[in-house]
């Protein structure tokens, strides 16, 4: 091969390299052309679907392109989680989790390789629900204290439900049975609107749900509230009192949120984290949260970030003092 040969062919792949760049800075420029979906790791009627319809409702309308929920169950949204993790990180598929995905269950499972911080680049926080402990209008307790009392004398024999091993609910009633110094027995289910459904049918007498899955559950008198789990009683339902005022100290919260792939391009992250804060900020989305009592919430994806990093540490703290062992 001649050097003018060599030269062409280099001359040539810059030029196809530069092509490409062009390419790709103009799709994102131009970004959505098409629909984008977002991924639920749980089945609809919970509490991640919950807000990931109402929050894809008000992004579609900023964005011009619908935004499609896709529930996939299964390890505590991990295996929905691995699958975004390795799409295509162009914007197109995005996923509204909690910190079951992003801070607890990649914790508990020995073969899940996924590492948040690593795998996903945040787009925003999108707001918080405190849990509810609910129970079957049947069931005897009508209070934490009681709960606890009948907990202690018949230890090991009263059910609680949840959506999944590793989800908030479960890692709650957990650090509550570490707290109280009870033990129950863990019924998990592939998503938290099945249990609610057995709850309400009997055939588990209590779990810690999402305020924003059971509030209608509640107003329906169908299930009969306990005590919320944050640290003050909720605006939404200020009647309802909290487990701190039973064990002093006690607080958990289910925080809500979307990321991308890692290595999405920035000004599509960023596009995503506008078209998100619009549809917080709309009326109709605040007045929905609030009925099921849950708080809006914004972030630069930088703050969003480092917010997944701090409950990781959070919550891995919770995991050794419960002694919660992993799983396969």
Known sequence: MTATSALRIVVGAAAMFGLAVGIARAQSGDYPV???????GFGAGGGTDIVARIVA????ASLGQSVVVDNRTGASGMIAAEDVAKSPADGYTLMMGSQTVFAVAPRLYRKVTLDPSRDFSGVALTGASPLVLVVN???????????IALAKTNPGKINFGT?????????????????AGIKMVHVAYRGEAPAINDLIAGQIPLMFANLSAVMGHIKGGTLRPLAVTSAERAPSAPEIPTVA?????????????????TETPGDIIAKL??????ALA????KKRFADLGMTTG???PEEFDAYIQSESVKWAKVIQDANIQPMD
Do not use: C, Y
Request: no cysteine.
């Open 245 to 261: 005022e039973t064990l002093p100290g006690f607080a958990a919260e289910t925080w809500f949120g979307i990321v991308a792939p």
């Open 163 to 179: 959506g999944g091993t590793g989800t908030t609910p479960h890692m709650t009633a957990e650090l509550f049975q570490h707290v």
């Open 298 to 300: 914004t972030s630069s």
């Open 137 to 147: 209008p049947s069931f005897s307790a009508h209070s934490v204290a009681d709960v």
């Open 34 to 40: 098409r629909p984008i979906k977002m991924v639920v």
């Open 57 to 60: 409702q008000g992004m579609a």
């Open 273 to 278: 984290n506008g078209a998100a804060r619009h």
């Open 282 to 285: 709309l009326d109709d989305t």
